[in-house]
C-alpha cells in the first residue's frame, strides 16, 4: 500500500508564496510522473503542474512563471512552490503519482488566497 500525504497548505494575501511538499510512503517502487492537481468550490479537478520521472516539468497556463514544480527522488517528494498568489489560486491542492499502472492520490491540503 501506497500513501501520499500532502502539506504546506494555508492562508496566504494576494502576491504572496507558499510550498507544496507530497510524500510518498509504503510499498514503493519507482515512481514515473508526479503531479499536482486542484479543485476549487463548485469546480471541477484540474491539473496544475506535472514532473516526469526524468524531471521534465508542465504547468496550466495559469499558473507558468508563477509556480514551480520539484521532485526529490531520495525523499519521495514532490513540491510545488506558488509565487505571486492571486485569489483564484484558492482551491484544495492534491497530489498524485504514478507507479506502474497504478495511480495513488493525497487527501489534499487547503490554500485560500485572500484578496
Known amino acids: 500500500q501506497v500513501l501520499l500525504v500532502e502539506s504546506g497548505g494555508g492562508l496566504v494575501q494576494a502576491g504572496g508564496s507558499l510550498r507544496l511538499s507530497c510524500a510518498a510512503s509504503?510499498?514503493?517502487?519507482?515512481?514515473?510522473?508526479m503531479n499536482w492537481s486542484r479543485q476549487a468550490p463548485g469546480k471541477q479537478r484540474e491539473w496544475v503542474a506535472g514532473?516526469?520521472?526524468?524531471?521534465?516539468?508542465n504547468y496550466i497556463d495559469s499558473v507558468k512563471g508563477r509556480f514551480s514544480i520539484s521532485r526529490d527522488n531520495a525523499k519521495n517528494t514532490v513540491y510545488l512552490q506558488m509565487n505571486s498568489l492571486k485569489p483564484e489560486d484558492t482551491a484544495v491542492y492534491y497530489c498524485?503519482?504514478?507507479?506502474?499502472?497504478?495511480?495513488?492520490w493525497g487527501q489534499g491540503t487547503q490554500v485560500t488566497v485572500s484578496s
Open positions: 514532473i516526469t520521472g526524468g524531471g521534465s516539468r
Open positions: 509504503g510499498s514503493i517502487f519507482r515512481i514515473n510522473s
Open positions: 498524485n503519482a504514478y507507479m506502474g499502472s497504478k495511480n495513488y
